[in-house]
């Protein structure tokens, strides 16, 4: 391991100084970039079950999968240094996705016609006989992006150390002939199989402000045909990364959370579309159907593409991917959490980038959207508990949640509201539809409503300086209806004023008339990932307090409205650390 490590770093130095190349997340390369960085990375914001490497830069999820009884992250990663740049494939594996098991990154640039100026994202697709297959991004000598094959070295390897590329690589760049911008060709997607015995893959691209998902299809999964017409495309969205095509039961019964492989095909199945808008930084998808004989993605009626739709994450989440977990019949999404702090300080603390928290999902009975958990596998770092029912919480009133690990816990409450105090919750004007990012920041934790704000104050210190609200706010609309905002407010997340607070927020499809308020929120010393409505929407934030540290940290439910909300259950629970960098 420590010969493989000294040849590597070597190997990466060399390839870096004589290529340079842009990224689609940060275009600057920092050549001096290893001179940078400190010896010993600061401890401070890093977390204790989200996943990390032990130092350096780190951003998309790639090619997730299960080979043999064991599951298998890759993820984009420079390896000589904190900021983006010299990219590889660095790879992990884990028995429960929970604890990880570092190894040699298995992919790195190698070949001059495919990669050798850096090895972008990707995608595994298992063959017939369980062959795992990697298709990734290569980008080749004159910095044009193409797509490239690998595959295991020893097949009786349960951990998949090493790689071996194809030799026709790269198997899909562009040419005059199909006039496919070189700067806009990447990410290439799971692949599926028809009915025709034809495999079929997804690449990210745009012309113009018009992003889509260009359709290559294979009879061998080596010599690719791109198909006449995109599987789908949607003008004012710019360029669509890290896209992601997968089928979703619209049959399931309420509470089995049952995945589809990838490839499945019929009646009582729906697709999902989703993509990573480089413009925003925003993974949207849509909900739609799939006609294999056209080859066509058709979102539902009433479907909202780009920014205004379907979102997986309001705050800080990206370039995500989902497979298929073979060992447990579910469809698993990982994403990218990038950092809040500027350039100049992620560099110097020596790392940035986390994973969120392995999440299951599934589509909603609705039919309309999905329904997102964090794994199952999760609450086994669960240690003491606190728990609260049947409290009213009081208008104005704020109350600490003692005896769990503020800084380092996992959170389940549930509110509800009798119809006497929905009353007194205050109108909105959904003339012109209101933005839920805005309300959230017009009308932040601080700000007293009719019904709300309501909800969780997480690594919060002591004299309440510090802290990020997570919390509801109830409003009346038209017809003797209500309207639920899910805010996750950083606005006071930390007394130094560098790191960005944006505020994050996202209306609720949830009935309070009828139905309690759950939050989930997990913590996890700079992550607030947070689980509104049993799953129906999710906020990630990004926060770096500088009182409300380890053990200094506090966490609090809190009513800042008039009306009172009653806690019909509160479970909080101390978390354990995972083994995130346990070397084999």
């Known amino acids: 391991m420590a010969n493989w490590s000294i040849f590597f ?12 190349s842009e990224a689609s997340h940060d275009a600057r390369v920092y050549r001096n970039l290893a001179d940078l960085q400190p010896k010993t990375p600061s401890q401070t914001y890093r977390t204790s079950f989200h996943f990390q490497p032990p130092k350096n830069w780190m951003n998309d999820p790639n090619g997730p999968m299960v080979y043999k009884g064991l599951y298998h992250l890759f993820y984009q990663y420079n390896p000589l240094g904190p900021d983006w740049g010299n990219i590889v494939w660095a790879h992990s594996t884990s028995t429960d996705l929970v604890n990880w098991t570092p190894h040699k990154p298995g992919i790195f640039p190698s070949q001059k016609k495919g990669d050798i100026n850096g090895c972008w994202s990707g995608s595994a697709t298992m063959l017939p006989g369980g062959v795992p297959a990697i298709l990734y991004t290569g980008i080749n000598p004159q910095n044009q992006q193409v797509q490239n094959l690998a595959k295991p070295a020893n097949l009786s390897d349960p951990y998949l150390i090493d790689w071996v590329k194809d030799t026709n690589n790269p198997l899909m760049y562009p040419t005059p002939a199909n006039r496919l911008n070189s700067s806009s060709f990447r990410d290439p997607t799971t692949a ?22 260009i359709l290559y299809r294979s009879k061998d999964f080596v010599h690719w045909i791109q198909a006449h017409h ?3 495309s949607a003008e004012g969205t710019g360029m669509w990364e890290c896209p992601d095509f997968y089928p979703v039961s619209s049959s399931i019964r309420p509470g089995k959370n049952t995945g589809l492989d990838t490839s499945v095909i019929g009646v009582g199945v729906k697709h999902i579309l989703k993509v990573s808008l480089d413009d925003t930084k925003h993974d949207v998808y849509t909900v739609g159907k799939y006609d294999i004989s056209k080859d066509v993605f058709t979102p539902d009626k009433g479907a909202v593409e780009g920014d205004a739709g379907l979102r997986y994450d309001y705050g800080k989440f990206y370039a ?12 698993i999404l990982w994403g990218w959490i990038n950092e809040s702090l500027s350039k100049e300080d992620y560099i110097s603390q020596g790392w940035s980038g986390v994973q969120g928290i392995p999440r299951e999902i599934w589509l909603d009975k609705s039919g309309k959207q999905l329904i997102q ?9 669960r240690g003491k508990k606190v728990g609260l029912a049947g409290k009213l919480l009081k208008a104005g009133s704020t109350q600490q949640v003692a005896g769990v690990t503020a800084s380092q816990a996992d959170v389940d409450v549930s509110f509800s509201v009798q119809l006497s105090e929905l009353k007194k919750a205050d109108y909105l ?38 802290y990020t609200a997570v919390f509801f706010r109830i409003f009346k609309v038209k017809n003797n209806k209500y309207k ?7 606005s006071r997340s930390s007394i130094n004023p560098r790191p960005d607070k944006t505020p994050y927020g996202v209306f609720l499809d949830v009935d309070p008339l009828h139905e309690q308020l759950s939050l ?62 346990k070397k084999s």
């Not at 958990?373 to 770092?381: A, F, N, V």
């Open 9 to 20: 770093l070597l190997l990466c130095s060399t390839i870096f100084h004589l290529h340079q």
């Open 192 to 213: 599926w199989k028809g009915p025709d015995g034809h495999w079929r893959v997804l690449i990210g691209n745009k012309v113009n402000r018009r992003g889509r998902a």
């Open 230 to 232: 995109p599987l789908h």
């Open 320 to 331: 995500s991917k989902t497979f298929y977990d073979s060992l447990k019949g579910r469809r």
């Open 373 to 381: 958990w964090p794994i199952p596998e999760i609450e086994k770092l």
């Open 429 to 466: 004007d959904q003339t012109r539809r209101p933005d839920a990012q805005l309300l959230c920041s017009q009308k932040d934790a601080s700000i007293k409503g009719g019904l709300g704000p309501f909800g969780l104050k997480v690594l919060a210190s002591k004299d309440m300086k510090e």
């Open 484 to 490: 639920v905002l899910m805010c996750s407010d950083q």
């Open 520 to 581: 989930r929120t997990l913590i996890d010393q700079s992550i607030v990932e947070s689980f509104g409505a049993k799953g129906k929407a999710c906020i990630t934030s990004r926060v770096y307090p500088t009182k409300a540290i380890g053990d200094a940290a506090r966490l609090y439910v809190f009513n800042n409205g008039i009306a009172n909300v009653a806690i019909s259950n509160m479970s909080a629970w101390s978390m354990e650390r995972a083994l995130l960098d």
